[in-house]
């Protein structure tokens, strides 16, 4: 049961590259997320799925698009990176089989510098 | 507009005393909380919550108190240990599945 597992680790793009950050769970779990922490900021949420198919914009949505194609996986996309977009992106999933479910369990992170 | 704030970036402790981290919200209709905490080149781990209908909740040497009128609540770790030095981030949800979290407080433990 590896949890949340997050790929790259580490990734240095250029301005105007693009890239997708992979997320996968095993848990079967119906949430998953997309958060950014930068210094002084605390986590703040991209964008969020409650389940397959599903997606919805978070607190901080520009510049990034989502997929959850699949139940276990939840794609972040960056399609023209800005040094703005250098952080580091973590993924989250959470379970609720009816009503809420708040506690999430976090993948290790995603360390992004845009040049 | 952050709705939850932790105001102290970093707190340093000696090993054997009491950690206290505050965190403050400003929505009144938050209903449930959370602690995280969160170790360099790792993802965030749960650690403790508290429902809004509580005014304690604990966990072995973690102890979340939330005081509604004051809009605060606080975690106390007795003993503080070494394996306790992470940030930890206080977290917020509204009677939904999404979390505020704040800006994290850095706690060193010193031997």
């Known amino acids: 049961n590896a949890g949340v597992t997050q790929t790259p680790k580490f990734r240095v793009l250029k301005t105007g590259q693009s890239m997708t950050l992979l997320c996968a769970q095993d848990?079967?779990?119906?949430?998953m997320y997309w958060y950014r922490q930068d210094p002084g900021m605390g986590l703040r949420l991209i964008h969020y799925s409650v389940g397959e198919g599903t997606t919805a914009k978070g607190e901080v949505p520009d510049g990034y698009n989502v997929s959850r194609l699949k139940k276990q996986n939840f794609l972040l996309g960056l399609e023209s990176a800005a040094p703005s977009q250098t952080s580091v992106y973590f993924c989250a999933s959470s379970y609720s089989a009816s009503g809420p479910s708040y506690e999430q369990y976090f993948g290790p992170g995603t360390r992004l510098t845009v040049t | 507009d952050q709705q939850v704030k932790q105001n102290s970036p970093s707190l340093s402790v000696q090993e054997g005393r009491i950690s206290i981290l505050n965190c403050d919200y400003t929505n009144s209709m938050f209903d449930y909380f959370l602690w995280y905490k969160k170790y360099p080149a790792e993802g965030p781990t749960f650690l403790i919550s508290i429902s809004s209908i509580k005014d304690k909740n604990e966990d072995g040497r973690f102890t979340v108190f939330l005081n509604k009128s004051a809009k605060h609540l606080s975690l106390h770790i007795v003993p503080s240990q070494p394996g306790d030095s992470a940030v930890y981030f206080c977290a917020a949800s509204l009677n939904d599945y999404k979390l505020s979290f704040g800006a994290g407080t850095t706690v060193t433990v010193r031997a």
């Open positions: 848990m079967n779990h119906e949430y």
